[in-house]
Structures are given as C-alpha cells and as structure tokens.
C-alpha cells in the first residue's frame, strides 16, 4: 500500500514563525503536492512538484514555498505565519507513467493553528 | 475553464443505496476519481474511472460515467454507517498534473 506520511496531526505556531510541514512518500512518486482544505473552500492547491528541485506553483502560492530535496520528501514552509494560514493541510503523492498521472494518494493531513 | 460540482449533503438509512453526484465542465478530463475523508482525517482514494470508460464497479461501489451531460456519479450498495464521511469527486486533465476537486458531498447514513 502506498504510505504518505505528514510529519504532524496538530500543531500550533505563531504569527511571525517560519513553520515547516514535512511529507514523505514511501511509493517512490514522480509528483508530490501540496493542498490547504478550509470549510466553504474545498481543497486548494498550494505548490506541487514533479521532480527533485522541481516545483510549480498551484492556485494559492502566495505565502508559502516548498523545498524537494530528495525524491521522497516535499517541505511545506511558512516564512511568516499569519493567522489566515489557519488551515487543515494534505500532502499528496502520485506516480508518473507516460503523459498520464495516477492517482493521488493523499496522508491524513495536519491541522495547523496560528495563534 | 475547469469546474466540478457537487450537492452539500445527503442523508440515507442504513442498508439503502447512495448516489452521489458530480458534473463537471472540462471535456478533456482523462481521469476521474472518488475519495472519501472521515473526519479529522485525509483523503482516502475510493476508486478512479478512465474517460473512455462508462462504468466502473468495485465491490459496493459502483462508478458511472456520462460524458454527454459530463455527469460522474458513485453509487454505494447496501450502505453502512462506516460509510458516513465526505465524498469529493476530482477530475485531472490531459496529461495534467493537477486535480481540480468538487466541494465535497457530507453522506450521513442514520440507523
């Protein structure tokens, strides 16, 4: 089975932290994304990244930055934690096969609070 | 450009059948997929339908796929109170890599 594990359930921080949110996927997956879910909103797609160092901006950006280091792990990074970061936030996985992507397999999210 | 709808909520007995429905407007979709988030909880992959495919069954669950009215639907037989969570439905694009996601159906199965 495909393991994508987040570093974190909760965790609360506040304004002005630099927070990090760790992802790591043991399925050896091309992409890796990162959503935030908020109520009314549905999920909303933060960066994803394709490759290692690769990375693409998604529909909400701005705020946050990414690092892939390794194939493995896709670094969610708050530079300056505002209190509309207050979010539940998935990472997700998938494997790249041609021009075709298989499905996401998403961890169980952290829920984090900016105080 | 892309959208996918859902209904907010539906509520069923436990033992009857649900159908959840979805639209979507991007005719090129290549793959559409189900999941399901218990609460406090990610989201679990149900199952995924091809687009050139119209139905897709897996056990309880049940995918159908009109791709006229560009109309996604999932049906669960005999449905369980375990099977109370929210539902998205997503669709992904020609050789895309992002999911655009439905807002999600809340099914309350009562006993």
């Given at each position: 089975d495909v393991k994508v594990t987040q570093s974190s359930r909760y965790l609360v921080k506040r304004t002005g932290e630099k927070v990090f949110l760790e992802c790591v996927q043991d399925?050896?997956?091309e992409n890796m994304f990162w959503y935030r879910q908020d109520p009314g909103l549905g999920l909303r797609l933060i960066y994803f990244s394709y490759d290692v160092k690769m990375k693409e901006k998604g529909d909400i950006p701005e705020g946050y930055s990414v690092s892939r280091e390794k194939k493995e792990r896709f670094s969610l990074i708050l530079e300056s934690a505002s209190t509309n970061q207050t979010s539940m936030y998935l990472c997700a996985s998938s494997y790249q096969r041609g021009v075709y992507n298989q499905p996401q397999h998403f961890g169980d999210g952290t829920r984090l609070s900016i105080l | 450009g892309e959208d996918v709808e859902q209904s907010l909520f539906l509520s069923v007995r436990e033992g009857d059948s649900s159908v959840i429905n979805c639209t979507y407007?991007?005719?090129?979709?290549?793959y559409l997929y189900w999941y399901k988030q218990e609460p406090g909880a990610g989201l679990q992959l149900l199952t995924y339908i091809f687009s050139n495919m119209d139905m897709k069954q897996d056990q309880r669950l049940t995918v159908l796929l009109n791709k006229k009215d560009k109309h996604l639907s999932l049906r669960i037989a005999d449905?369980?109170?375990?099977?109370?969570a929210i539902y998205f439905c997503a669709e992904i694009l020609n050789a895309g890599n992002m999911l655009t996601f439905g807002g999600g159906t809340r099914l309350m199965v009562k006993p």
């Open positions: 399925m050896d997956h | 407007t991007d005719s090129s979709s290549t449905t369980q109170t375990g099977d109370s």
